[in-house]
């Protein structure tokens, strides 16, 4: 069953440092995600992006936030200079319908600890 | 401003009980919501999905009821088991609520 990778699965960091999270979305989506989830709380909304471009992105996704498509393979998170309220799961996700509706697969995540 | 919400934050069943997990949104434009699973240390996992232009919606021991009268959504699940214990969230098209666990007793 095709799935969503995403590595590391753990990262630390200390504050200021950038750091890039990586995803391999399901090879013939085309709307891709990233989430995430601070330790027992909701998951919250990113940015989506198709097209090689951001398509709706939250507020929490700042200045500090990029996100990149640079194959035909992987989709990236850089935070640029990391806080410690960035501590959290970050979720890729990828679709292969529409942009707003049909099933959205997750990975398992990447856990980003700031020190 | 617009939200996705959760009215209980835990739900505690007994095996093979049904569960009922419920959620209200602000948006009375929203037209798209989904339910997912989430286990311990994993990403989110979808179960169903409704659009605005029904009411219900069912599958596999789900059933999703959508009230857009008084914008409030809700998953049943049938005969409860031990692997349904989980948060489960549900979302208005990307932006997720607050997230019910359930607890499933034997």
């Known amino acids: 069953e095709p799935e969503v990778t995403q590595t590391p699965s753990h990262q630390v960091t200390q504050m200021g440092q950038e750091v890039i999270l990586r995803c391999v979305p399901i090879?013939?989506?085309?709307?891709f995600y990233w989430y995430r989830q601070i330790l027992g709380q909701k998951v919250e909304f990113l940015v989506s992006?198709?097209?090689?471009?951001?398509?709706?992105k939250s507020e929490i996704f700042d200045d500090q936030f990029s996100v990149e498509r640079p194959d035909g393979s992987n989709f990236t998170l850089k935070i640029r200079s990391t806080k410690l309220e960035d501590s959290a799961m970050y979720f890729c996700?990828?679709?292969?319908?529409?942009?707003?509706?049909?099933?959205?697969?997750f990975g398992e995540g990447s856990r980003l600890t700031v020190l | 401003g617009e939200s996705v919400g959760l009215h209980l934050p835990t739900l505690s069943v007994q095996e093979g009980d049904n569960s009922i997990i419920n959620c209200a949104y602000s948006?009375?434009?929203?037209?798209?919501f989904i339910w997912y699973k989430q286990e311990s240390g994993k990403g989110p996992q979808f179960i169903i999905d409704i659009r605005s232009n029904m009411d219900k919606r069912q599958g596999q021991r789900v059933t999703v009821l959508l009230n857009k009268t008084v914008k409030h959504l809700s998953l049943q699940i049938a005969a409860t088991q031990p692997g349904d214990s989980a948060v489960y969230f549900c979302a208005e098209g990307m932006r997720f609520g607050a997230g019910t666990r359930l607890t499933v007793k034997p």
């Open positions: 996700a990828s679709r292969g319908q529409a942009r707003d509706t049909g099933e959205l697969f």
């Open positions: 948006n009375s434009a929203s037209d798209y």
């Open positions: 090879s013939n989506h085309l709307y």
């Open positions: 992006f198709y097209n090689n471009e951001i398509s709706e």
